[in-house]
């Protein structure tokens, strides 16, 4: 019989624990992310027969959940989660440069897949604890509507949802309050690093963890992130398999839990090249990768909202993985994309290639643009391309002329009515919303 597989805390502070006790807790008691303890190792032919996404999933998981409570339903977690398609959509001829389709779940945000997955999860390991989890979510945009997407109507969970009030956009704002039932929504008075802060601060607070059984469906859980490395599997053993070349990415990145889910698979030994992680305006990660200098700041206001985050949790993991200042260089190169850069990509988008891009996979459009014509040519691209434009119709309308036609998951939500609760950005504000003041 094979041993448990086991993750250990970022800051090292913490007992090591299995994926279900990870994803239960989701921060570590020393308030780092769980990361594994090693790295099972696959090449492109242990996938072999396996195109489709959940059974790419399965096999890429399943050294995680070994000898784990769910080790047994990782199949069935994975099918249920993961039964929406991720295509890769060809742009330029020859196969250079691609877009890797992460929108078309229920909430059309790439959020949809961990979310999924996550609350798949939840359900089964709530069986064997009968008290009420309560999901404390962080969210600049998608993660909040796709994490309460995930959890409305599910017994014995409630979800509490934080949101930067009046820094999403409308359409985003109403995915994060038409829920109800077990599903608060939180207009936090402040930033998305002050929800992100909040949410934190309540996994270490005493009070809280002595009357509630909490846990996080933020990119700092691993249940959340880890299923993530999925689509970056499925999409260049797509590319490995055509061209017999590796993909390279270019990631629209905030929180960098979706760049950290490339990186894994990477580092798992699928046939992944270059990584660009493209920012906006909020530069903390390319100023570090510049000076060497770590200097977390407040977040900015930008048309890519999802990516406004100055303090990004996953920096733990992504420097747990690449600890010294020249690996990590070596490992990813970063960007800041200005927004009137964000809104040239929009037009660029559809004149050139008829697509309608959300602002944030416009960033990854500019990114590209930068690369010399060399380095664009002597790799095959993949866009990642993280919400549907329907949710940035303000903004993206105008810049191409046209309506962007609304997903009929979207339009449902649009019907249902809206609700949230204002408070400040302390700990006892979110007490108080959750009645333990």
Request: charge should be positive.
């Amino acid at each position: 019989m094979s041993e448990a597989f086991l993750f250990r805390s970022s800051r090292g502070q913490a007992a090591l624990c299995t994926f279900s006790q990870a994803v239960l807790q989701g921060l570590a008691p020393d308030g780092g992310l769980y990361v594994p303890v090693h790295w099972p190792h696959f090449s492109p032919g242990d996938f072999d027969g396996e195109a489709e996404l959940a059974a790419v999933a399965t096999r890429l998981l399943s050294p995680f959940l070994a000898q784990d409570a769910l080790g047994g339903q990782l199949p069935a977690i994975a099918r249920a989660a993961l039964d929406f398609p991720a295509p890769l959509v060809p742009l330029e001829s020859g196969g250079r440069l691609s877009v890797l389709e992460l929108f078309h779940g229920p909430t059309v945000a790439f959020k949809d897949f961990g979310a999924r997955f996550l609350a798949a999860c939840f359900a089964l390991m709530r069986s064997r604890d009968q008290r009420t989890l309560t999901i404390l979510v962080a969210t600049s945009g998608d993660t909040g509507g796709a994490v309460a997407a995930a959890f409305h109507g599910r017994p014995g969970v409630e979800v509490a949802v934080l949101f930067p009030k009046g820094l999403v956009s409308p359409t985003q704002e109403r995915q994060l309050t038409c829920w109800g039932g077990n599903v608060r929504s939180l207009a936090v008075r402040g930033t998305f690093d002050d929800c992100q802060r909040l949410v934190k601060a309540a996994f270490l607070d005493a009070q809280l963890s002595a009357q509630r059984l909490l846990s996080s469906a933020n990119s700092i859980n691993l249940g959340r992130l880890l299923p993530q490395s999925s689509y970056y599997a499925a999409s260049s053993l797509e590319v490995w398999r055509r061209y017999r070349e590796p993909a390279s990415y270019i990631i629209p990145s905030g929180n960098l839990g979706n760049a950290l889910a490339c990186l894994w698979a990477r580092q798992l030994g699928l046939p992944i090249g270059e990584v660009v992680l493209a920012h906006n305006a909020n530069r903390t990660v390319p100023d570090f990768l510049g000076s060497g200098e770590w200097r977390p700041r407040p977040s900015v206001a930008t048309l890519a909202s999802a990516m406004d985050v100055g303090d990004p949790s996953n920096m733990e993991r992504l420097r747990a993985l690449h600890p010294g200042l020249q690996e990590l260089r070596g490992a990813v190169s970063a960007c800041s994309v200005s927004d009137e850069a964000i809104r040239a990509g929009i037009r660029r988008g559809y004149r050139e290639y008829g697509q309608m891009w959300c602002p944030h996979t416009a960033t990854a459009a500019e990114a590209w643009q930068r690369l010399t014509p060399a380095r664009r040519d002597e790799r095959r691209w993949v866009l990642v391309s993280t919400a549907h434009a329907a949710k940035f119709r303000e903004i993206v309308e105008p810049l191409i002329g046209r309506e962007v036609p609304i997903p009929q998951t979207l339009a449902r939500l649009f019907a249902r009515p809206a609700h949230c609760v204002e408070i400040d950005a302390t700990l006892a504000g979110l007490r108080a919303a959750l009645g333990e003041g």
